[in-house]
């Protein structure tokens, strides 16, 4: 299957495009990965409190939710290209912040790099649609954000392991690295002159808050189910980047294999990604995401069943391993829909990336909060068990296909 996969790695013109990418985003993930590992902790030991860390990281998705109600509105003859090496510039511009808010614990500074953090994720994830909206034929959705997956997750598993390392030799270090690997990244792109030169077509002379936010009513109303799981796929992301960072930190100091909590939430996507990418699943994504996220939740109620760290890693592994799965069919549901949309992906594009600010605005604090009435384990085990219910509900009134109300979507003037 690996070798079959490779040989049209090296000769689909298609698949260099999307391998080309891929390792651009490697290098921003990993150096976003490096942060996310480690700033959850200099927050937390700068306030000396779980909640005010919650709060500080969900202010970055707060702007992230603005960005993304401008952003459609605003974005007009951008290329992909221009659009990524923006999102890489903002990357490089948290890594510097941080430097000076190692110096000055004071709260404006770290929410002024959480409002650079906030706008990065939000440019980074319409570049990230626009590209497979637009470049990837549909019945290769699932299995391109799978293949993306695959460099996003293996970053986002060395990541931790590197920041352990890292902050272990000085405060400062994270975020040189993070700056090191983020000036690569963009060295790549600059390289990649013919790939990703497509422009964004959108044609919007102002902003008009109010009109976005009827248009996503409007579409929410439709797929409404599809918001639910991302908005909770991104609230358990949360409470891993978070509560898991700072937990992944307690664990070390008692016992070897306590640095791999993380990464043992990152790693079942390094495999799986290419198993969905090669199956190339293009009917039932709804149905089977589903089933795999109630699998996710049911070995995420389980994890504070013993105290054992080795029963913890298998409990994060084996819901990881539900959740790889997911992830790549939510986002191929999404691609599927945003290519229905025609002219007017764009708003499509904001609803959904607003679900995950929606998440890290929601997700943080909740952690923070569970986490100081109950502890770092049952966090996970109280997260599990809404997983569950909210997977069952959904299982039961999710329809087969959503309909959008195309009449309505062809009269809307921007």
Same mark, same amino acid.
């Given at each position: ?226 918001? !639910? @799981?991302?908005?909770?796929? $991104?609230?358990?992301?949360? =409470?891993?980047?978070?509560?898991? #960072? %700072?937990?992944?930190?307690? *664990? ?116 923070? !909060? @569970?986490?100081?009435?109950? $502890?770092?384990?049952?966090? =996970?085990?109280?997260?599990?068990? #809404? %997983?569950?219910?909210?997977? *069952? ?22």
């Amino acid at each position: 299957m690996f070798k079959r996969l490779n040989s049209s790695l090296i000769s689909d013109p298609f698949w260099q495009k999307i391998t080309t990418l891929s390792l651009i985003l490697f290098f921003a993930f990993l150096a976003d990965a490096i942060l996310s590992s480690w700033v959850p902790g200099l927050i937390e030991n700068s306030f000396k409190s779980p909640l005010v860390m919650g709060f500080v990281i969900s202010f970055s998705s707060i702007v992230g939710l603005g960005t993304d109600l401008v952003f459609p509105q605003i974005l007009k003859g951008v290329s992909f290209k221009k659009l990524l090496f923006i999102s890489l510039t903002l990357l490089l511009a948290f890594s510097v912040s941080l430097i000076f808010a190692t110096d000055i614990s004071f709260i404006l500074v770290f929410l002024v790099s959480m409002a650079v953090w906030g706008v990065y994720y939000e440019v980074m994830g319409f570049a990230n649609h626009q590209f497979v909206a637009d470049s990837v034929p549909m019945r290769m959705h699932a299995s391109t954000w799978a293949f993306i997956g695959v460099f996003k997750n293996l970053a986002y598993f060395i990541g931790p392991l590197m920041a352990g390392f890292l902050i272990a030799g000085g405060v400062r270090i994270p975020a040189y690295f993070a700056i090191i690997f983020t000036i690569i990244a963009m060295v790549f792109l600059v390289l990649s002159k013919k790939h990703h030169e497509r422009s964004l077509t959108v044609e919007i002379e102002k902003i008009n808050f109010t009109s976005e936010l009827e248009r996503w009513s409007i579409l929410s109303k439709r797929i409404w189910p599809i918001l !639910i @799981v991302s908005t909770v796929l $991104g609230v358990i992301d949360a =409470f891993f980047w978070t509560t898991g #960072a %700072v937990y992944t930190e307690e *664990l070390t100091r008692i016992s070897f294999w306590g640095r791999w909590f993380l990464p043992a939430y990152t790693l079942p996507s390094l495999f799986v990604g290419l198993i969905i990418a090669k199956k190339g699943i293009v009917s039932g994504k709804k149905k089977t995401a589903l089933r795999f996220f109630l699998l996710s939740g049911i070995f995420l109620s389980l994890m504070a069943v013993y105290k054992s760290i080795i029963w913890q890693l298998l409990m994060v592994f084996c819901s990881s391993l539900a959740l790889a799965i997911t992830y790549p069919l939510i986002e191929g549901v999404y691609s599927d829909i945003i290519d229905r949309m025609g002219n007017q992906k764009k708003h499509l594009m904001g609803l959904s990336s607003s679900t995950t600010s929606i998440s890290y605005i929601i997700g943080p604090v909740m952690a923070g !909060i @569970v986490n100081s009435k109950v $502890g770092s384990a049952a966090t =996970f085990e109280y997260l599990g068990y #809404a %997983v569950v219910v909210i997977a *069952l509900v959904l299982l039961i009134i999710t329809p087969k296909k959503f309909k959008l109300p195309q009449k309505e979507i062809r009269e809307w003037k921007n």
